[in-house]
């Protein structure tokens, strides 16, 4: 049994555009057979971090390995053990969808024939014999979500990757990829659609104007949180409002929540066990709550 | 009447948003077509001493059926305007053509088909509004060069009625262009298709006035390119075929507009043929799918290029008959006789073929940027594909594609001359020559994507060079930027192996600098 090593390791990588530092000393580690999401608001750097990890920028700093390799150097190495879908996939006009999805498979070294691509054909509902240029949005999606899942594969690199897909589309995307962590496939996954993240992953990066700002497990990253604490009281209302670590008071009758840290809570609970609490629910933070909360919390 | 203002709402906007984008292709492209007039209306004149040296090399001119074929003929020889115009009356007019066929494609089809014309679409904007943008602009720009062709022959002191008809005629066959663009436009949902129609329309044209000035007469009169010359400009003109222009275009883009109607946007009237549910098990790598993307392309190519062949190689052998008069006798002679006149005129006709091919080559580079811009690239480069074989794809359908259609020219013109290698050797010669410019067209994609199409300004510069440097007095260093200044002549000069070998080590080196920045470049 080898060791668990890291599929993909980014340290301080920054990223220049011209003047622009597109990233900006980025840190993200995925290990191996971990889903990871990758998250962060537009322009947050994302897509241009998968661009550098599949060799196809040139860092301007930090490291960067993708199973231990780099994938400026050893780009078609590390390309052989990946697929990848963009978030705005361009088909070849004249090529029928099909034979795009043939293409890179072949391109990948494998023979179609030998893939999953005739069911995943059918579970996506797509029709191969249309031109690439008839394809809408959702469909272009499709034939990189095909390609990227017709075989097996150590790491899945997607980017928005069910941007243009319809509900049901989505539904079968994330069927697709949970069969794929469940073979142990390494995944990136960069998104905005946060319940799809919160379903799947098992960490998360959050990232802004190229920077990493959070980075762990959910229950790590909740545990940093305050969590949103609802309770009903019978006697005096409590003053809450100076206890350290209690913030966002409200008082509603005889109802009063809060959210807390958690070294506030045990004072939080005191009081409330003081007040005579009657009923007492406390939530943990949602993904999109903890987004939210990086987004705006660390200034840039 | 409401109904029209209507469904031209915003045709103002999208005019000056359109002409913002076309801001340096249209300038340089006007430019350029009227530097041409004005070079060769300033050189003509003082290349003869007299009056009757003058009328010698019209009459010379209009003895050849292949510059007949080429430029039309000179009906009057004593006319110095219409001398000094032979080659925009006709062959230049296509250029204008294409002109307007560019900006009305670029404007409209192109926009469905990336799916911005959608965008446009949903705003408060008119829907006849973007296709009446680009006409409007195409209109302008034809007017624009009409006029300056006008300004520019009056400049150089032709007469000023021959000079405003000539660029009447000019500023005419710039709006049959924008109908025959949008015409075409409505009949394919792929722009290059559409492309390919409109090329297809302008050739066809051209090549029944070929075929009219040097056999039946009456096609001349049917087709546009046709009417340049019996227009007669200069002299004696019948100004009432100038409104043949307008009704034409107006004729054609009514019949556009009413097509338009009657599809939805993004569709075309030619439906989509489905394609294979898998792909071959050749289709596997860079390489395939190059050649793949170029296969319907380069067999249009190779059907027109050798159809060219064929015609301009049965004018040659007919040469010798139709000058043998007593005048031209010694002049013949002192050019080397009958066979040093055919094999100068295969030289000329392989040159101005050579530039014709090379537009294949620059065609498949700036369908490579294409391919970076949409991400195809960045799809391919995120498989096992290496750079070095993307790179090797696009290269090997430039040039092996463009040194195939130089085959094809060369054998087709020696099966139209019925003899000898002298055609194949003559086309072949110019296989460095293009290799240069199209090794330079890679190096601009490989040191940045989006300079590829300066390819094209590249070509136009070389063919700007051959056409007006002589006549300019330019110095011969400047001449000698264009690789084609280098060809040997043959077969009316010896082979000569040095600059061959030259430009082809030239070819080698460009094409290795250009390798070291696309492997080090970003790709996107
Ligand atoms: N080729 C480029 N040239 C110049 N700037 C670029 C280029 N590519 C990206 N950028 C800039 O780099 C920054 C990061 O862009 P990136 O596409 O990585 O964001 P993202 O996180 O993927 O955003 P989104 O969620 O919108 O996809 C942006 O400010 C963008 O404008
Ligand atoms: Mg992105």
Redesign the interface.
Known sequence: MEVVSNAIEVHDLVKLFGRARALDGLELSVSAGEVHGFLGPNGAGKSTTI?VL?????ADGGTTTVFGLDPWRD??AI??R?A?V?G?????????G???????L????LD?RATRRDELLQRFEFD????G??YSKGNRQKV?LVAAFAAPTDLL?LDEPTSGLDPLMEQVFNECLAERKAEGTTVLLSSHILSEVERLADRVTIIRRGRTVESGTLTELRHLRRNRVRAEVSGPLPDLTDLAGVHDVEVDGRVVSASVDPVGLPLLLKALDAAGVVSLTSAPPTLEELFLDAYRSTGG | MRGVTDRLRGTGLLLRFALRRDRVLVPVWVLLLTATVVASAAATGPLYATAGERVAAAEALNASPAIVALYGPILDTTSLGELSMTKMTVLYAVFVAFMSVVVVRRHTRVEEETGRAELVGATAVGADAPVAAALLEAALASLLVGTLAAVGNIACGLPAMGSVLFGASWAGIGHVGAGIAVLSAQLSSSARTVGFIASAVVGVLYVLRAIGDTSASWLSWLTPFGWGTQLSAWSEPRAWLLVGYPVLALVLTAAGLALRRRRDLGAGVLPDRPGPARGAPRLGDALALVWRQQRTGLAGWTVGIGAIGIAMGSIVPGIGDLLDTDRTRPIIEAMGGVGGLQDSLVFALASVVAVVITCFGIGAVTRAAGDEHDGRTETVLATATSRAAVLVAVASAALLGSTWLLLVSGAATAVGRGDGVGAVGAALVQAPAVWVVLAVALLLLSVRSRWAVAGWAVLAACVTLGQVGAGLELPDWVLGLSPFHHVPKYPAEAFAWTPELLMTALTALVLGVAWTRYRSRDIG
């Not at chain 1, 599949?54 to 040139?58: F, S």
């Not at chain 1, 099909?98 to 890179?104: A, F, K, S, V, Y």
């Not at chain 1, 191969?128 to 031109?131: D, G, H, L």
């Open positions: 661009r599949l060799g196809l920028l040139r780009a078609t390309h052989r990946l990848y963009p705005d996939v361009s088909v070849w006009p004249n090529l029928s099909g034979e795009t999805i043939d293409l890179l072949r391109m990948r070294d179609p191969p014999t249309k031109k240029r008839a990189a690199v």
